[in-house]
């Protein structure tokens, strides 16, 4: 439900088993469908001649979540999309909450997976992932629920995202002490644990032209990390093919220049 997952047959038969769970058809999603983002699947999928259905679209897993959640208070399925259904009363009321960021502030449009979508500053993106990882001055009911996601998300990152994904790829290196999450147009959502007296930190990058070609996320979010103090530099280097400093190869695959991040956190 934290995920935009690559739609491996694992992702499905998890998914497939919290529906039977909680009375889900996947046909109550709204999402609807696309190629799954990991390319063996994919390719796996053509093989088979089969058409990929909503659980392997990315968002399946939140949507699956809200469908949950409006079944657990006996509200609509139908609408569950509409800005003005309870869920999604709630969904805004919690980030506002969790931001800082006045809810006439945040502006809603509509998702690529026709979720209400939200747009608010970096600063309470920030402060919102800072809560989540760390939600010791939070009321005791949403500190019990943000501890609930990030135990979930740090035990299993394979869920929230998949193989080869940078996502993945540093949370199960991180051992628990970090949650990340990507979404479109170049966003990178960070929450780093408290640790050794520490207090938790939120960090949300932006890539200004939504890396297209995802040469720069990762990349960004590792110096970030590095500079922090946050990761080793023997993890950093464990982490090499995302970055921060990256090769750049012609169509023969020789070297031609160099990628990496020139900015000094204040």
């Known amino acids: 439900m934290c995920a935009s997952h690559s739609g491996t047959d694992e992702h499905v038969r998890v998914l497939s088993e919290i529906q039977a769970k909680t009375g889900i058809a996947e046909t109550d999603l709204m999402c609807g469908t696309h190629p799954p983002y990991d390319k063996d699947t994919a390719t796996e999928l053509i093989r088979r ?17 809200m469908l949950a959640f409006a079944i657990m208070k006996g509200e609509p399925l139908q609408s569950y999309l509409e800005e003005t259904h309870p869920v999604q009363v709630r ?4 980030l506002s909450e969790m931001s800082g960021a006045a809810k006439n502030e945040i ?24 809560r989540l990882a760390d939600p010791s001055g939070l009321p005791p009911a949403r500190a019990e629920a943000c501890n609930t996601i ?29 949650v990340i999450k990507a979404g479109a147009e170049g966003y990178e959502g960070i929450g780093i644990l408290p640790s050794n007296g520490k207090k938790g930190l939120g960090v949300a ?3 200004a032209d939504g890396d297209g070609y995802g040469r720069a996320r990762a990349a960004v979010s ?10 080793s530099e023997g993890q950093i280097t464990s982490l090499a093919e995302y970055g921060p400093k ?15 991040p020139v900015f000094d956190l204040n």
């Open 49 to 65: 001649g089969e058409e990929p259905t909503a659980n392997r679209h990315n968002c399946s897993g939140k949507h699956t979540g």
């Open 91 to 94: 969904i805004l009321q919690t």
């Open 107 to 130: 502006r809603l449009g509509v998702d690529g997976c026709s979720a209400p979508n939200f747009a608010l500053s970096l600063y309470h993106s920030a402060w919102a992932w800072a």
């Open 150 to 178: 990030t135990s979930a998300m740090t035990s299993h990152p394979e869920m929230v995202g998949g193989p080869r994904h940078f996502d993945t790829d540093l949370m199960r290196l991180a051992e628990g002490r970090i």
């Open 205 to 207: 990058i932006k890539i």
């Open 222 to 231: 590792l110096e970030v990390l590095r500079q922090l103090g946050v990761l």
């Open 246 to 260: 990256r090769d750049v190869l012609n169509w023969r695959k020789l070297v031609v220049g160099e990628m990496r």
